[in-house]
């Protein structure tokens, strides 16, 4: 059933990580990371976080993914499709971005998401 933002929700994120780690890997994305996200944000489930060689590859891998996703019943919502330097793909429970190398590596966007929380540390 669609919600409000128009998207069709899934009850299994697991499913929508699934099409989205096989769309990566048929397009030939580089350096995939996937990354739960559960209970440390609202944003979704998963993180998925992937590099292609150059700008048009950034932008053929998000094309194909759209597609995967799309073929699935979801409307996934994008944005940076145009200059193709990062890419961010919503499939609702899954939150992909797919990056050029050197741009991935200046926001450094898993390391962020992969360190321990903070509330889980205390400090006397």
């Known amino acids: 059933m ?3 933002a ?3 929700q899934h009850d299994d994120p697991s499913m929508a990580l699934k099409t989205v780690l096989a769309s990566l890997e048929d397009s030939k994305a580089e350096n995939i990371v996937s990354i739960d996200i559960q ?3 609202s944003l979704g489930d998963y993180m ?3 590099s ?3 700008h048009r590859h950034v932008a053929a891998v ?3 993914l759209l597609k995967a996703l799309k073929d699935t019943g979801m409307r996934p919502r ?3 499709l145009n200059s193709a330097d990062w890419v961010l793909v919503d499939a609702g429970d899954v939150i992909v ?3 050029r190398p050197e741009v991935r590596e200046f926001y450094s966007i898993e390391e962020m998401w992969q360190a321990p929380d903070l509330e889980d540390e205390t400090v006397h």
């Open 78 to 80: 994008v944005e940076g």
């Open 62 to 64: 998000a094309d194909h």
């Open 52 to 54: 292609g060689r150059s």
């Open 2 to 4: 669609p919600s409000p």
């Open 48 to 50: 998925v976080v992937a």
């Open 6 to 8: 128009g998207m069709v």
């Open 39 to 41: 209970g440390k944000s």
């Open 97 to 99: 971005h797919v990056f």
